[in-house]
């Protein structure tokens, strides 16, 4: 490619130049070679480019009606979401790669290589899954569950038939937290619930449990369907307490010390 | 990174489109349209990304699919009309005749013009926009130019049309 300041001009340099978007020095190689021809044309863009940005331009500075603004808020707020998502999901992936790695390394024993990578992914995604759903919904104000607490009953049905096995809400009052309720969420290998709590002082943690592995038969049942001893997470958005019963994965998150976590973790464990 | 929020990007949005449409009703609607269709899309732009060109280019297919479905008539707005025989003579005139000349170009040329000189958008941005590559972007838009010189002062349709003449 010829150099850029002595390349032959040509008439698309032209509309660059009216419209600003020629390098410096290939601007002004260009404007010491403009015949009379070529600068009128410029001229001509110029002017032309002045008169088009005078149309409407009062638009430009007027708020917008109502429905747009209406409209741009509700666009505002689902970006905001999927901002939050990839900010704290892609911090718990890294986490949840490395634990996920030492859980493969200390659960599957070493005798059965093939066997390790399904259980390992499963349970990244589904901790992964976990700490997104909280990070999510912990900070909504006006919609924090699908089902509130004083419908408890109906909310324990209706997760029940949903994730495919009768589900307790476990009892966290004797630790300061009351339910707020709960909700349905989508997650790899089928539905999840997500259980919210919250103390007196406005903190809230949430419980996310589901089945791991459900559309994989075979893989997780062996070694995987056991149950496993609870792993603290430190470096997410908050810390969680994770677990494995049963075919069930478990993640209590919250914003709490390690020690008040970890007894709300066993309450919960024991009433499961 | 993009920070500004969607209601800042709203005031160009919906002066582009009242002057790609010619139309004030069509281009809030074109607007409504595009920041619904964003909602429903959200999931496909990407955090961080060029948030103004992503919702260009969602009012640009838009416009096309509009166009399709339905052709632009051939209607004169007759407040526009009335204003137009009416008003006394001063800038106002040159401005409607600059948009009834703008709505005589064809769609891309429009498109590409406005991006290009009313939005100032760079040439690469508007080419991602319009999904074409920057070298038809160039070539419209000096087309656009020249076409609407033409209609502006029909005495110039005569000369010859500069179109990629070398300059010596």
Redesign the interface.
């Known amino acids: 490619m010829p150099d850029r300041s002595t390349r032959?001009?040509?008439?698309?340099?032209l509309?660059?130049l009216a419209?600003?978007?020629l390098p410096p020095e290939r601007a002004q190689a260009v404007r010491a070679?403009?015949?009379a021809?070529?600068a009128e044309?410029l001229a001509?863009?110029t002017a032309?480019?002045e008169?088009?940005?005078?149309?409407?331009?009062a638009?430009?500075?007027?708020p917008?009606?109502e429905?747009?603004?209406a409209?741009?808020?509700?666009?505002?707020a689902?970006?905001d979401r999927?901002?939050q998502v990839?900010?704290w999901g892609g911090m718990a992936a890294s986490v949840l790669l490395a634990f996920g790695l030492g859980w493969g390394l200390r659960g599957q024993g070493h005798g059965e290589p093939s066997s390790a990578p399904a259980p390992l992914a499963s349970a990244q995604r589904f901790a992964q899954q976990a700490a997104v759903a909280h990070a999510v919904f912990q900070p909504e104000q006006r919609h924090p569950v699908e089902v509130a607490a004083a419908q408890q009953e109906h909310l324990v049905q209706w997760l029940s038939k949903r994730l495919g096995r009768p589900l307790t809400v476990p009892v966290l009052t004797a630790q300061g937290f009351e339910l707020v309720g709960g909700r349905l969420l989508p997650g790899e290998s089928g539905p999840r619930a997500q259980f919210m709590y919250q103390n007196a002082a406005g903190q809230r943690i949430t419980l996310y449990l589901g089945a791991l592995d459900g559309t994989a038969p075979g893989a997780p049942a062996g070694a995987g369907a056991g149950e496993t001893a609870f792993r603290l997470y430190t470096e997410g958005p908050v810390p969680a307490f994770y677990w494995r019963d049963q075919g069930f994965g478990y993640a209590l998150s919250g914003p709490l010390a390690r020690d008040a976590l970890l007894a709300l973790a066993t309450a919960v464990h024991q009433q499961l | 990174m993009d920070h500004h929020r969607i209601i800042d990007h709203v005031p160009a949005l919906r002066r582009y489109a009242r002057v790609l449409t010619g139309d004030a009703w069509a281009a809030d609607d074109l607007v409504q349209d595009t920041l619904e269709r964003a909602c429903r899309k959200w999931l496909l732009w990407r955090t961080g990304s060029n948030l103004r060109a992503w919702l260009f280019t969602l009012m640009h297919h838009l416009y096309l699919n509009q166009r399709r479905s339905a052709p632009p008539l051939q209607v004169v707005d007759i407040d526009t009309l009335h204003e137009g025989l009416q008003a006394p003579a001063r800038d106002t005139d040159g401005a409607l005749d600059l948009e009834r000349c703008l709505l005589r170009l064809p769609a891309e040329q429009r498109a590409v013009l406005l991006l290009v000189a009313l939005e100032d958008m760079a040439y690469a941005d508007a080419a991602r926009v319009l999904q074409i590559p920057v070298g038809t972007v160039m070539s419209r838009l000096a087309r656009a130019r020249a076409r609407l010189r033409e209609l502006m002062d029909p005495a110039t349709a005569q000369a010859p049309a500069p179109a990629l003449r070398r300059l010596k």
């Open positions: 032959p001009l040509d008439e698309y340099d509309h660059a419209d600003g978007q070679r403009l015949d021809g070529a044309r001509q863009w032309q480019r008169r088009l940005r005078g149309l409407h331009a638009l430009a500075h007027e917008p009606p429905p747009l603004r409209a741009a808020a509700r666009l505002q689902l970006q999927q901002a990839w900010r």
